[in-house]
């Protein structure tokens, strides 16, 4: 996927627990690990809005485009 | 009453289907065993026939001369053997399918898979239904009789088949659509 997220970056430099952020943002350990590891397809806008108030940052400091090939799920 | 689910209309279709599949297992038993037997005794039916006429003599009275009729015989119980183990395999993946709807979650890989595998069955099965009777016509003339042969293509069978590669299809859109759900957070 060309899209990182840095999720990992943004919980260490603020010291907080994936299960933490878990907790407070309402989404569960097993989708955040999904989107911490660059697994997810997609985010839903609640989502990145709750990560970016209890991270408080915004969306461009979770999310960054790197060039790459284009997935092959026979989707342009 | 809902369509998926515990104790929902699949739930009474899934039970529906087991009963239907254990029956099938039965009658198929019952008829590889006739099959078995047939075969098994046949060496020995014509020691006493004539082989004459296509009669028996036992004391005065003719009887028909079985031991002709006994390849015939096999050979009919073979496809409807073969034709029972089609409906086994098509029942077994429908109770599949139908335990996924009883789950509530019939999006699936595998039901694509079953679905496609049933209508492959299917199409094996009515093509069978083409091929054997002429057949058996031509190989035992003697035991068949005069076979009336129906060259009428059934549509509703065909068009029912094509609708289950269609539906297979439609579970793959589904199935793909579940996993985009399941990576959106």
Redesign the interface.
Known sequence: MAVRVHLDRMLLERRMSLTELSDRVGVTLANLSILKTGKARAIRFSTLDALCRELDCQPGDLLAHEPGPVEGDGEP | MRALGPGSVSSLLKVALDVVYFILWIVALAVGLATVTGLVLAPFLPSISTGDNNVVVVNGREYADLSRLIPAAAAGLLAVLGYLVGLIAIVGRLRKIFETLTAGDPFRPENVVRLRFIGVVLTGLMLLGYVVPPLMAVLFPEATGEVDIDPSVNLTSWFAVLVIFVLAEVFREGARLRH?AE???
């Open positions: 985009e990576l959106t957070i």
